[in-house]
């Protein structure tokens, strides 16, 4: 049995072309009594590789995303259970990993070719090249910054600081309403009131750090999917929602994720207020959208393109303009210092993570209405109590790998 496993996954996972993917699936799949061996074994191998990923500095979502993007859906429930195999060795997951964690819901490893084949509903032969064509790409993944430590790393990890819970549900609540409401008035108050949370909680913790209150907190950092279409323009987005938030963000297109680099907190905070701005920038771009065909003109690619930018750019640019409001409100020059520590621990870790980066001019703003429309939906979203930002690097433009 050993020996058919090797013999197969030599000829599926290192070869140049997909021949070797069906020599491989045919050895794997020509014997019926021996399919539930088989199965086990490739378990068994599918682990070693998914462990492989995470040293390699990938994180469960980031993996889930790569085979959402370049195979198809029964590819992605076997990483799903790959994933699964491999955590139930852990008493405790890093953060954000439980999310993804998944079930070991085949019961014993000796069952799992022959319950796969029931839930799939489908041949040995499609299984085995399935499996194979998820392993073929964990072995290709290359290594990545990492951005957290790995499930079962003995290294002793300092307990972040998060956003407190009872804060955290308000700011749920709020971007959730915003995100709800048809009206765009009180979509700017609710999202205004989080954006105020938020900045608040920064200086606070900032200040504590600075009277010794809490010792030992460093930057860490995460990593947020930004996928296509309008990739560009989302990554444009999520840039300046970062740098509002006293966080770097470093955008890798080939992988469809951001790094964003801060304190847990502000994190936090990037992730909530980028995923409820995209949310509200998207449901602005169906609405005029509509209201563009109603007017006659048909709308294509390039308009919703030009939307996406416009509002992503404007949206970097009301962020900046935030900033002696915020100050202000959170007690002016007094706070200065301990705010400009917190934005050069910050900067410090970036650089080390990320030495060199690019800056890239973005092209295909050409649509006039969509990114005049794009622009005052901008204007509608609310972020004008922001946390004190530096502004973009000009219209337009977005960090890259």
């Given at each position: 049995m050993a020996e058919i496993v090797e013999r197969a996954c030599g000829a599926a996972l290192y070869g140049q072309d997909d021949a070797g993917l069906d020599s491989g699936a045919s050895l794997l799949a020509a014997d019926p009594a021996a399919w539930s061996g088989v199965g086990q074994a490739l378990l068994a191998r599918g682990e070693t590789y998914i462990r492989q990923a995470w040293e390699r500095g990938w994180q469960p979502a980031d993996v889930l995303r790569l085979v959402r993007r370049d195979l198809?859906?029964?590819?992605?429930?076997?990483?799903?259970?790959?994933?699964?195999?491999?955590?139930?060795?852990?008493?405790?997951?890093?953060?954000?990993?439980?999310?993804?964690?998944?079930?070991?819901?085949?019961?014993?490893?000796?069952?799992?070719?022959?319950?796969?084949?029931?839930?799939?509903?489908?041949?040995?032969?499609?299984?085995?090249?399935?499996?194979?064509?998820?392993?073929?790409?964990?072995?290709?993944?290359?290594?990545?910054?990492?951005?957290?430590?790995?499930?079962?790393?003995?290294?002793?990890?300092?307990?972040?600081?998060?956003?407190?819970?009872?804060?955290?549900?308000?700011?749920?609540?709020?971007?959730?309403?915003?995100?709800?409401?048809?009206?765009?008035?009180?979509?700017?108050?609710?999202?205004?009131?989080?954006?105020?949370?938020?900045?608040?909680?920064?200086?606070?913790?900032?200040?504590?750090?600075?009277?010794?209150?809490?010792?030992?907190?460093?930057?860490?950092?995460?990593?947020?999917?930004?996928?296509?279409?309008?990739?560009?323009?989302?990554?444009?987005?999520?840039?300046?929602?970062?740098?509002?938030?006293?966080?770097?963000?470093?955008?890798?297109?080939?992988?469809?994720?951001?790094?964003?680099?801060?304190?847990?907190?502000?994190?936090?905070?990037?992730?909530?207020?980028?995923?409820?701005?995209l949310v509200q920038g998207t449901a602005a771009m169906t609405r005029a959208e509509a209201g563009q065909r109603a007017g006659g003109r048909k709308r294509t690619k390039t308009f919703r393109q030009s939307f996406l930018l416009a509002y992503a750019s404007r949206l970097g640019h009301r962020l900046a303009e935030t900033a002696e409001h915020a100050a202000a409100e959170a007690g002016g020059s007094d706070n200065l210092p301990a705010l400009v520590a917190r934005e050069v621990a910050v900067g410090a870790r970036a650089e080390e993570m990320f030495p060199q980066t690019t800056t890239t001019r973005l092209r295909g703003a050409t649509d006039h209405a969509g990114w005049t429309d794009g622009t005052a939906a901008a204007d509608a979203a609310q972020v004008r109590h922001g946390r004190n930002p530096a502004p973009l690097s000009g219209p337009g433009r977005r960090p890259s790998r």
């Open positions: 198809e859906e029964r590819e992605l429930r076997i990483t799903g259970d790959l994933i699964a195999a491999e955590g139930r060795r852990y008493a405790r997951l890093p953060a954000r990993w439980p999310e993804v964690k998944g079930e070991v819901w085949w019961g014993a490893d000796t069952e799992y070719a022959v319950q796969l084949a029931q839930r799939e509903r489908t041949d040995r032969f499609t299984l085995a090249t399935a499996v194979l064509e998820v392993l073929r790409l964990l072995i290709r993944l290359p290594s990545i910054e990492p951005v957290g430590p790995v499930p079962g790393d003995p290294a002793e990890v300092l307990e972040a600081a998060h956003i407190e819970p009872r804060m955290l549900a308000r700011i749920r609540a709020l971007l959730a309403k915003a995100e709800a409401t048809g009206y765009p008035e009180e979509a700017e108050a609710l999202s205004a009131k989080a954006q105020e949370l938020m900045a608040r909680h920064t200086v606070d913790e900032a200040l504590l750090a600075e009277r010794g209150g809490a010792p030992g907190q460093t930057p860490g950092a995460c990593r947020i999917g930004v996928e296509p279409p309008y990739e560009e323009a989302k990554a444009v987005l999520l840039d300046a929602v970062a740098t509002a938030n006293r966080c770097r963000a470093v955008w890798n297109g080939a992988f469809e994720f951001s790094t964003v680099v801060g304190f847990e907190s502000d994190l936090e905070a990037v992730e909530l207020l980028y995923t409820s701005l």
